[in-house]
């Protein structure tokens, strides 16, 4: 029931006018024209926590300045009721015992009775605190979207400039870019279902999935990894078994990576490293030049990362050390 509805109920001198008022979710006042309080429903008394002879026939004003010391609702009370008709969600912040700050919303009617020149103010609070929280919430995780949007574009775009075009057919670009772009896919996905923290092992199980039986995980401590630091490892894990598919030791049938994992502490943090020995595949050979997917995993872990990356091509596999500072 609006404020609205209220008064043309308590103007009409309706029977069960007192019945509904103290049905009322919403606290409610009815305070006459020196607003001394002349009526109050339970949802006052509730909200606020106060006996129904501690309010009736006291001045709100003096009240309120007892209880709440309210700029807001003293201008609302002094200035502002005495000279409009209605006052529709006026704001008020309220320090409630036992509840701490609230924001209310207040609303005021002046009812004038049939008959004779009395006047009421009828005075109605709705509590929107929870509102403004989950409004505030909203504002908040919309600006975190905007921003991740934001970085996603980024990295795709750098994906669609930097993957190789010279020396390759159309069909073998879109099948380089699609595959990276999957990888970025598939860890969004993995960022969505898991919310916060993932557990590295997590990561590199999904990044490896294809290679059942000859990606060795030798399981190491718990590291939890933060949703920022999911993408860009993702980048590097698929990266470096990409190269071992096209060229190390996924290449060959008795190939094999062994990934393993150790946490320390050091300089008032702990630091991530991690091992891809490859062995089993191709002589190795260092490469007269970096191509993107080392470039990727270089940017990906010193600029995204925050750590250092060290590549040896030795001749039995590729050694990759990955050092990480984590949060």
Request: charged content about 25%; glycine content about 8%.
């Amino acid at each position: 029931m609006t404020l609205e509805d209220l008064y043309r109920l308590l103007r009409s001198g309706h029977v069960q006018a007192q019945g509904i008022v103290d049905t009322l979710d919403d606290p409610l006042l009815v305070l006459d024209h020196d607003l001394d309080v002349q009526g109050v429903n339970p949802a006052y008394l509730r909200t606020f926590r106060v006996e129904r002879d501690e309010v009736m026939g006291q001045n709100f004003l003096r009240l309120t300045e007892e209880r709440w010391r309210s700029e807001e609702l003293r201008r609302l009370l002094l200035e502002i009721i005495p000279h409009a008709k209605a006052v529709v969600g006026y704001e008020v912040r309220l320090d409630v015992p036992g509840q701490g700050s609230r924001t209310m919303l207040l609303s005021a009617r002046r009812l004038v009775h049939p008959g004779n020149s009395s006047t009421n103010i009828l005075l109605m609070f709705e509590d929107v605190t929870e509102a403004r929280h989950a409004a505030a919430e909203k504002d908040i995780l919309l600006a975190e979207t905007q921003h991740r949007m934001k970085n996603l574009l980024a990295v795709v775009r750098a994906l669609i400039t930097q993957t190789k075009t010279q020396g390759r057919s159309a069909e073998d670009y879109q099948r380089a870019l699609l595959a990276r772009l999957a990888a970025l896919t598939d860890a969004q996905e993995l960022i969505l279902a898991h919310g916060g923290a993932i557990s590295l092992k997590t990561l590199i199980d999904r990044s490896l999935a294809a290679f059942p039986r000859r990606a060795r995980v030798r399981p190491g401590p718990d590291v939890a990894l933060t949703p920022a630091q999911v993408v860009p490892m993702s980048f590097v894990l698929y990266e470096l078994a990409a190269n071992a598919a096209k060229y190390g030791a996924f290449s060959a049938p008795e190939g094999a990576v062994e990934i393993t994992w150790t946490a320390s502490d050091r300089d008032g943090g702990r630091l991530l490293s991690l091992d891809w020995v490859e062995a089993g595949g191709p002589p190795v050979t260092p490469p007269d030049h970096q191509g993107f997917g080392s470039r990727l995993i270089a940017f990906s872990v010193t600029n995204d990362l925050g750590g250092t990356v060290e590549q040896h091509f030795e001749p039995e596999g590729l050694r990759t050390r990955i050092d990480v500072p984590l949060t």
